[in-house]
């Protein structure tokens, strides 16, 4: 679904669900027809929280992707790595890979991951 106000009411803007999430989405688009769109904010290097993995900020997590990849930071890396955090915390809490110790860690997840406090219930 797409949010357009008529210039008239307010500036021209189109938000559609991941449709600007990637640079290489917007870059498809062609000339400037990606001004204007917008995505939701699942991750952005703004955020106020912290790896629990290396005490790394958001920023200093999107600053490391830009200088090893060459390209700009993507709004995924915060729920990609978010993920990685809750699995390595799970299995040290775990301490085992025996499905049942798993599941039971999982569901007592309770923590600040690098896109902010994570509890499962």
């Not at 938000?15 to 000339?31: K, S």
């Not at 809490?93 to 997840?109: C, G, P, S």
Request: aromatic share 10%; charged share 20%; net charge neutral.
């Amino acid at each position: 679904m797409a949010t357009v106000f008529p210039g008239e009411l307010g500036p021209k803007v189109a938000t559609i669900g991941r449709a600007a999430m990637f640079p290489a989405a917007v870059e498809a688009l062609g000339g400037d027809l990606g001004l204007g769109v917008t995505s939701e904010a699942l991750w952005h290097p703004s955020y106020p929280f912290k790896s629990s993995l290396t005490g790394e900020t958001s920023k200093q997590i999107a600053d490391a992707y830009e200088a090893q990849s060459g390209k700009p930071w993507i709004v995924s890396i915060g729920g990609c790595y978010s993920g990685f955090e809750v699995v390595a915390d799970v299995l040290k809490r775990a301490q085992t890979l025996d499905k049942e110790a798993i599941r039971k860690a999982f569901a007592e997840t309770n923590m600040n991951t690098l896109q902010g406090p994570t509890k499962f219930q």
